[in-house]
């Protein structure tokens, strides 16, 4: 019951946290991540009641809402990998406008001698992350028993949230073990089918729900990984990244690619996700075209496509371009 309180208290304050104006700091990776549980609680709490502070009176047009963790679970048993032994962490966590930009998961073992970080990708605008996140122990990590301890991140706007041990125990069981069984990959992923999802964007326009983020493109593949006739095993899909050019004289190019590559499971054979970029705003106006698409699997397999060599209107359909207007 005191567990489920301790949750319940959280929750309210997670929800009153709100919007990065006038002045109030989002925590971001880099800042918390080697901090011990306690001082990474503190600086959560500070952060979200600065952010409490400065965002009364904030614009309605402005997303002044944190994330919330709506589920969590974890395999109790590691598998192989390959980079040595892996669990996979399950969640969801929803925002309401200015999308998901970044968090973590940390996990320590029981004996507190070390700790594992892994990232939840952010969501490029959009609203909810739900999937499985792959949480890596190599070798020179001894194997026993660990536990997550805390979640937390932030949205687009600035709008951190924070779960510890005592909340998380409201959603179950949270502790694993680690094994090991390594196998080989020699057989490069390949992409069957994806979708331009923002085939016209406005460069000089913040994304929807923010007081000033950078306008964003987004993609949607699937990506498979296969054996070659049984003589190799799967490692599974890593990451993707796509490039557009324009084809003015002297025309620019950008790309769009995971914005936390690692956090995609290992050993998933077929996996459908988005890629985005948050665009420089001095891009030129003009249309820039699917140029170059690479996918890549855990094993370190890449196969490239290019336009000299693939129509990509059979994997795009009809938009294989995004324009850019200012």
Avoid at 6 to 16: K, N, S
Avoid at 76 to 91: E, F, I, K, W
Avoid at 157 to 181: I, P, Q
Avoid at 272 to 291: H, I, R
Wanted: aromatic share 8%.
């Amino acid at each position: 019951m005191k567990k489920t309180s301790t949750h319940a208290l959280l929750t309210a304050a997670c929800l009153a946290a709100t919007a990065t104006v006038a002045g109030a700091a989002p925590l971001r990776s880099d800042a918390v991540r080697h901090l011990s549980p306690s001082q990474r609680a503190a600086a959560f709490k500070a952060a979200m009641a600065e952010q409490m502070h400065a965002g009364i009176g904030a614009p309605e047009t402005q997303d002044v809402t944190p994330p919330q963790l709506k589920k969590i679970s974890v395999t109790r048993q590691a598998t192989a990998s390959a980079n040595g032994q892996q669990v996979l962490v399950n969640l969801t966590v929803t925002d309401d406008w200015s999308g998901i930009e970044w968090g973590e998961v940390t996990a320590v073992r029981v004996d507190g001698n070390d700790s594992k970080h892994v990232a939840i990708p952010g969501t490029f605008g959009g609203r909810t992350f739900s999937g499985a996140l792959a949480m890596e122990f190599p070798p020179s990590l001894p194997a026993g028993e660990w536990k997550i301890v805390d979640v937390y991140g932030a949205d687009a706007n600035g709008n951190n949230y924070w779960y510890d041990e005592a909340s998380l125990a409201a959603f179950g069981n949270l502790t694993f073990k680690v094994s090991s069984v390594p196998s080989a990959d020699w057989t490069p992923p390949e992409l069957p089918s994806g979708k331009i999802l923002t085939p016209l964007v406005y460069v000089t326009r913040p994304a929807k729900g923010t007081d000033g983020h950078p306008a964003l493109v987004r993609a949607e593949l699937k990506v498979v990984d296969r054996t070659d006739q049984g003589m190799s095993g799967i490692s599974g899909v890593r990451r993707a990244e796509l490039f557009f050019c324009s084809e003015a004289p002297w025309g620019q190019c950008f790309s769009a690619t995971m914005s936390q590559p690692d956090s995609i499971p290992y050993g998933e054979r077929e996996i459908t996700f988005l890629v985005g970029q948050a665009l420089d705003p001095n891009l030129e106006a003009g249309d820039y075209v699917l140029s170059q698409a690479m996918v890549e699997d855990w094993a370190g397999m890449s196969r490239y496509y290019d336009r000299a060599n693939t129509d990509f209107s059979h994997i795009f359909g009809s938009v294989t371009k995004i324009t850019l207007k200012r």
